[in-house]
């Protein structure tokens, strides 16, 4: 358990633990350590009494963590962190917005903010696709990573080739799928 020591924090807590006290059920009262008589009395303390209880270090105001869900809390927000770059990558990378509605599940309009919040310009129309022998090394790497999930395969493909936007490879592989 961490123990609370500012009194604030303990305040808040206090109240919050106060207001919980009244919905409560004995078994729950049993299971946190607080006797009926002590909810009774602390539900019905004045705002300046509950000010004096947090107040005092005699008291233990602590917080216990479920360490299975801070794990599972740290994970999503570590995943969504990692989203979040992948999109960014992608926006800054010159992907399509219809390439990052598909992969991101993103609106145009949202990719279209993004775009201009980092600075990522991208010229208007249909991209210029490079030469054959170009467009053919592309898809054959393409090819090659057929086994991962799109996002990896668009993300892979440009590390191979970061000389092009993202949107020509994507318009290189759409041209190559469309013909199969």
């Known amino acids: 358990m961490l123990r609370l020591a500012d009194?604030?924090?303990?305040?808040?807590l206090l109240h919050h633990v106060a207001v919980r006290l009244a919905q409560a059920s004995l078994g729950e009262l049993q299971a946190a350590g607080i006797e009926t008589e002590q909810a009774e009395r602390l539900r019905h303390l004045s705002p300046l009494d509950l000010h004096r209880l947090a107040a005092m270090r005699d008291l233990t105001i602590g917080v216990a963590v479920d360490a299975a869900g801070?794990?599972?809390?740290?994970?999503?927000?570590?995943?969504?962190?990692?989203?979040?770059?992948?999109?960014?990558?992608?926006?800054?990378?010159?992907?399509?917005?219809?390439?990052?509605?598909?992969?991101?599940?993103?609106?145009?309009?949202?990719?279209?903010?993004?775009?201009?919040?980092?600075?990522?310009?991208r010229p208007a129309g249909r991209v210029r696709l490079p030469d054959d022998t170009t467009r053919e090394r592309i898809y054959r790497v393409w090819l090659g990573m057929e086994a991962m999930a799109p996002r990896v395969?668009?993300?892979?493909?440009?590390?191979?080739?970061?000389?092009?936007?993202?949107?020509?490879?994507?318009?290189?592989?759409?041209?190559?799928?469309a013909d199969r």
Do not use: M
Not at 82 to 95: K, L, W
């Open 7 to 12: 009194a604030h924090v303990r305040l808040v």
């Open 70 to 121: 801070l794990k599972a809390g740290l994970r999503a927000v570590a995943l969504a962190n990692e989203a979040r770059a992948q999109e960014d990558y992608f926006i800054r990378h010159g992907a399509s917005s219809r390439l990052i509605s598909t992969l991101f599940k993103i609106r145009r309009k949202v990719t279209l903010k993004r775009r201009r919040d980092i600075g990522a310009w």
């Open 153 to 177: 395969r668009y993300y892979r493909l440009h590390q191979a080739f970061p000389q092009f936007p993202i949107a020509v490879l994507e318009a290189v592989v759409r041209a190559f799928e």
